[in-house]
Every structure is written in C-alpha cells, then in structure tokens.
C-alpha cells in the first residue's frame, strides 16, 4: 500500500547451507548450479530480471535460521553509483504495520488496552460515529469503515510542509479525525491507512512515548533488527546505506523519486519505516520465539480472522486464498499457509513472509515498481510452496 507516496496508491497484494542469519555478516552466495532446487529456480529467475533490469533489490530467503538464498541486484543510488547490498536500508511501505500491531498486541499483553476498547476511551476529537464504534479491533483488521488519509482534500499539500515527526503524527491525525465512516464498523472490509495511523496514536497515547520512540525501543531493539529505523526524508536523499525508489514514468523511463516531493518528512504508523532484509528476517524470528509476545499472544497476532473473496488464479499460477489478521495477514497456496505483510510505494515493492509448517521465511525488499512478469514475491511464493 502507498504509504506518503504522494500521488499514487496501490491496493492490498494478496502476502549447501550458508550461516545463519541472526547474527549478520557476509552474504554473498556462490550461483547455484542445480536449477531444479528453491535456490536455484530463484537464483534462475533473478539472474532473467537482472539482465532484463526489471528488478533492482535484495531477495533473502531462510530455511530453519539457515541462509539458502541472498541476493542483491541494481542500484541504490544510481547518480553515484552505489550498489544494493544485503546490509541496504529499504523503504518497507506497508511492512510497518507488522511493527504498529505489535506494539498494539505488547500493550494488550500487558493489560493496557483491551481489543474491543473504542477509539474515545484514548482519543478525543473523533465524530461520534467513529469514537463510540470503532474498536482496536476493527482498526487491526481493516473493518473499521476509515479509509486512507492521503485521499483527503488538502493532505498532499500540507503534509509537504511538515518538517518534524511530531507534525506528521499530529497533522495526520487532525486530517483523520475530519474522515466519516464508509461502512457501520464490522459490517465490511476496505484497506485503511487511516486505521493504522489511530493505532500508532494509541500507542502514543497508553505509553507516554512517540509512537517512533516505542517501536525503536519495544519492537526493533529487543527483535535486533539494529539497521531499522523510521528515517527522515532528508537523510534518505543523502546517506549511502538507503535505497533511492525508482518508479517508472508514463514513457516507462526510471527516475529518483527522491527528487521531487512523493514522500513525506518520515513514515508513519502505517508505513515507510526502514529496515534490511536480515533485520526483517530478525523481526519474524523475534515474534515467532516469545521474544516480542507471548506465545498466547503471538497467535493472536498471527492467526487469521476472516477470509477475503478468493480470485480466480492467474493462467499459470496456483489459488491463492487470502486471510486478514492483525497486521499479519495470511495466504494458503498450494496446501502451505504463509504469514506476512506486503508493501508498495512509488518504486518501492516489498514483502516479508515466513512459512510455518515448512520453516521457511522470505523477504524481498526493491526499489523498483513491480511490473508484469517481474513479480518477485509472487515467484516465492509459488517456489516455495511447490
């Protein structure tokens, strides 16, 4: 999903052994000979991208804490010349709302906050329909009736003028609170930017702390993800760790969308956070061990709350049956359940994933569009669960 991605927004998506991840270091991996393995079907299809310049990013894929696959291709900045690399910070786009529903579920773990707690009991200034209806609940879910704050007359040109985190948390919140609801809240489902900016508030709101502040210091801290963090515009135009996004004009020409004004001061609780592959690779380790919740609790964050209407499958491809969770969202393909979030941006695509009855976890993390053919989470996927 569009996160401050200024005039574009794209829909929900769908979702030999090297060392192992957790503790960093080199990630160059020798090609792989056998293309009849995961590794080597992707390796395969990465190498096509590659020489086709259709993909530009870091691939990183684990099987029971063991690097079997890490790649990087193109450029992170293409006017100075620096290369995409494992250890290249990504812009994650909807990927962050894994992270803001965590912190949501550690402050219901704790007893701070309940699931079925309204919007007024935190936040004032709602109409009424929304403070006395709306429930954590249905924010988590998308089910809440609220849309996405970008859509609203007036976003795009004031939130160009921001200049501090403080101003994108409480600007954003002021635009929301002007927002009616679309549905009776529970009675439908449409993706909300808007929902997960509340949630972000919440947690302002019950902990004391900035919403950035929390999750540098409850979810990306303790899970190790050390390169995570969300990161001011200003920086992302000038430091060589970051991947510049280079989506595609209507000619089909690339260009640094870094250059003009597409993203906001920083990201926010529903996106655009900044994170390696290995640090996500950190992150679903964190939340699948008992280190960011209870087991009790992670299930409750992983497991799915109700399906969305099925699609007919795609010439070539399996059915994909999609699920809605919190923050996490779900798929069944081919017989396997994958859990996970994906993102999208003005030349950003990203996904991290993890496969729990066959050990795997998958990230891809590009700043190039997805284009047709040039679907890399969509050939994990199908790899994977074949």
Same mark, same amino acid.
């Given at each position: 999903m569009a996160i401050h991605s200024r005039r574009s927004f794209l829909g929900r998506t769908g979702l030999a052994v090297a060392? =192992?991840?957790?503790?960093? $270091?080199?990630?160059?991996?020798?090609?792989?000979?056998?293309?009849?393995?995961?590794?080597?079907?992707?390796?395969?299809?990465?190498?096509?991208?590659?020489?086709?310049?259709?993909?530009?990013?870091?691939v990183l894929v684990i099987r029971d804490g063991r690097t079997v696959l890490s790649r990087s291709i193109g450029f992170a900045d293409k006017k100075n010349g620096v290369r995409n690399r494992a250890d290249t910070r990504y812009c994650l786009a909807s990927v962050t709302k894994m992270f803001t529903a965590t912190a949501i579920a550690q402050l219901a773990q704790r007893g701070s906050l309940s699931l079925v707690d309204t919007i007024?009991?935190?936040?004032?200034?709602?109409?009424?329909?929304? =403070?006395?209806?709306?429930?954590?609940?249905?924010?988590l879910t998308h089910t809440s009736g609220l849309g996405d704050y970008m859509q609203l007359a007036g976003y795009f040109e004031e939130s160009s003028t921001w200049t501090t985190p403080r101003?994108?948390?409480?600007?954003?919140?002021?635009?929301?609170?002007?927002?009616?609801?679309?549905?009776?809240?529970?009675?439908?489902s449409k993706y909300s930017n808007s929902g997960f900016h509340v949630l972000g508030?919440?947690?302002?709101?019950?902990?004391?702390?900035?919403?950035?502040?929390?999750?540098?210091?409850?979810?990306?801290?303790?899970?190790?993800?050390?390169?995570?963090?969300?990161?001011?515009?200003?920086?992302?135009r000038t430091d060589r760790r970051f991947a510049h996004p280079y989506p595609t004009d209507e000619s089909g020409k690339r260009y640094d969308a870094l250059d003009g004004n597409m993203f906001g001061v920083i990201g926010s609780p529903a996106g655009n956070a900044f994170a390696t592959a290995p640090d996500l690779v950190r992150f679903v380790k964190a939340l699948n061990d008992g280190t960011l919740?209870?087991?009790?609790?992670?299930?409750v964050f992983v497991t799915p709350k109700f399906a969305m209407p099925t699609l007919p499958a795609k010439p070539g491809l399996p059915e994909v049956i999609n699920?809605?969770?919190?923050?996490?969202?779900?798929?069944?393909?081919?017989?396997?359940?994958?859990? $996970?979030?994906?993102?999208?941006?003005?030349?950003?695509?990203?996904?991290?994933?993890?496969?729990?009855?066959?050990?795997?976890?998958?990230?891809?993390?590009?700043?190039?569009?997805?284009?047709?053919?040039?679907?890399?989470?969509?050939?994990?996927?199908?790899?994977?669960?074949?």
């Open positions: 060392p =192992a991840v957790v503790g960093g $270091g080199s990630w160059a991996l020798p090609a792989a000979a056998d293309t009849g393995t995961p590794r080597g079907e992707l390796d395969k299809y990465l190498d096509q991208l590659a020489a086709e310049d259709r993909f530009s990013g870091t007024g009991k935190y936040l004032s200034g709602f109409q009424a329909e929304v =403070a006395d209806k709306v429930t954590i609940h249905n924010l101003q994108m948390m409480d600007g954003t919140l002021r635009f929301i609170r002007t927002e009616s609801l679309a549905f009776a809240p529970g009675t439908a508030s919440i947690v302002e709101k019950i902990s004391g702390e900035s919403y950035y502040d929390y999750i540098r210091k409850h979810v990306f801290r303790p899970a190790g993800m050390t390169s995570a963090d969300f990161t001011l515009l200003s920086q992302w919740l209870s087991p009790a609790w992670r299930d699920f809605v969770g919190y923050g996490a969202d779900s798929a069944i393909i081919n017989g396997a359940l994958i859990t $996970g979030h994906l993102g999208g941006a003005p030349g950003v695509s990203t996904s991290a994933e993890w496969y729990p009855s066959r050990g795997w976890t998958a990230v891809h993390l590009g700043n190039y569009d997805p284009t047709p053919g040039a679907n890399v989470n969509q050939e994990l996927r199908q790899v994977l669960t074949s």
